[in-house]
């Protein structure tokens, strides 16, 4: 029961560099989506939303598109970090987030 | 900035032996989740609590599986009979309520390791 898919599991990217990532989904109910970041050893924590009514959400460095038609999103960092070094992850929310499977994002100095 | 507490940070324990993962979540919050995540693998969804009920569990979260709110402030994951295959991060989170606009704030997570 993939809904919600990340199909890149890692990403490598020079610092300064703009970051891209993906996650496709399958249930056209969802209707919020929201990513979330995890460094090694903490818990999730968020990092910016999109309502399905909207197709862009910009919040500082970071940018999430929204694509209903093809039941797609991603998250744009520009410019990229090395503190941006985490694993990122997709979810739609229907009273529970659903989770994708993430994409490890390696920013290089 | 409130945060969401687990405790124990890491556990050991023999298979067939009972855990019980503690969190406290944030006062203010209404509803609570448990997630966990195997080691590789996405982060999912256990199960929901609010108004000191199950609100939504899922496939996962069979018998062996209980919660619990003992208190006002704390909120446990008991696993009567651990199973090799639990050994993962589990995560508790909390919400102020259910919804398209309500940000779930997660604790740092309970690795148990299950031998």
């Known amino acids: 029961d993939q809904q919600v898919k990340q199909n890149s599991p890692s990403l490598s990217v020079q610092e300064g560099r703009i970051s891209i990532l993906n996650c496709d989904y399958t249930n056209s109910m969802f209707d919020y989506f929201l990513w979330y970041k995890k460094y090694p050893a903490e818990g999730p924590t968020f990092l910016i939303s999109i309502s399905s009514i909207k197709d862009k959400n910009e919040d500082g460095r970071f940018t999430v598109f929204l694509n209903k038609s093809a039941k797609h999103l991603s998250l744009h960092i520009v410019p990229s970090q090395p503190g941006d070094s985490a694993v990122y992850f997709c979810?739609?929310?229907?009273?529970?987030?659903?989770f994708g499977q993430g994409t490890e994002l390696s920013v290089k100095p | 900035e409130p945060e969401v507490t687990q405790t124990p940070s890491h556990q050991v324990t023999q298979m067939g032996q009972e855990v019980i993962l503690r969190c406290v979540p944030i006062?203010?919050?209404?509803?609570f989740y448990w997630y966990r995540q195997i080691l590789g693998q996405k982060v999912e969804f256990l199960v929901s609590f609010y108004n000191n009920e199950i609100s939504e569990k899922s496939e996962i979260f069979d018998d062996q599986f209980s919660v619990e709110r003992p208190d006002g402030s704390n909120f446990t994951l008991k696993i009567r009979s651990t199973k090799l295959e639990d050994s993962a991060m589990y995560f508790c989170?909390?919400?102020?309520?259910?919804?398209?606009?309500?940000?779930?704030?997660f604790g740092s997570g309970t690795r148990l390791t299950v031998v």
């Open positions: 006062s203010n919050h209404l509803y």
């Open positions: 979810a739609a929310i229907v009273r529970k987030l659903i």
């Open positions: 989170a909390s919400s102020e309520a259910q919804g398209l606009n309500y940000g779930y704030t």
